[in-house]
């Protein structure tokens, strides 16, 4: 006998719709996955350009910290405990680098700590030449504080410098090619010191501070009758 074993209708419906069911996934899966990948690669890319645009400024900042570097022709600077008993004394010193193939001058400005220009003079350097100026009041030597406008004795105060074409300090001509560094003294203790060399800072010489510096040293140098007007070392002479 021949028996024929068949599923009842119903079962056949629900295995045709759980295969409907498992087809349309398999072709919903895809879509939901394709926005997921896309928004993966705009972040990337996102993350990229960001980054790029980091770098272009870095280097783009530090192209102009560079340029400004070697195109510097205003210093500045400060001097303390000068011409102090049992202080050692502190000592500028400037050179010329050789990029103008020229002479230029250190126009030195010495301002006591009440902001008044005390003394000023040109300082000439010749290309890959040296010039050292004390700043205390030396014996029979040259220094930066010792022939002062209204004879006050200078013990702190700020210097600055233009890295001058002409020789002139009454009439600067700013040209960059001069590079400095200062000696600071630091008191440490009731009767000790310690001394540490920086180099002259970097600063900003607007046309009115051009102007102002070079009125007060053509006054100091007019009134004073002598005073006010610092002397310079002979070049290449270091100590």
Known sequence: MLVVLARPRGDLFRTGQRLECQQRRLLILPQRQAPQTTRRIQNQMKKLGFLMLMLALALMLGGNALAQGDNSDYFVSYFSNANTAGAPDAVDRFINDGDTEGNLWADYYVFDDSQELQECCSCIITPDGL??????????????????????????????????????????????????????VQKTGTSTYAVTETRFADSNLSASEQSLLGALCSFAQVLGSGQGTCSCSVEDYDF
């Open 131 to 184: 010039n050292s100026e004390y700043v205390n009041n030396v014996k029979g030597a040259a220094s930066l504080t010792g022939n002062t406008l209204t004879g006050k004795v200078l013990t702190r105060g700020v210097i600055k410098v233009i890295s001058d074409a002409a020789g002139n300090a009454g009439a600067p001509v700013p040209t960059p090619g001069l590079r400095g560094w200062g000696v600071h």
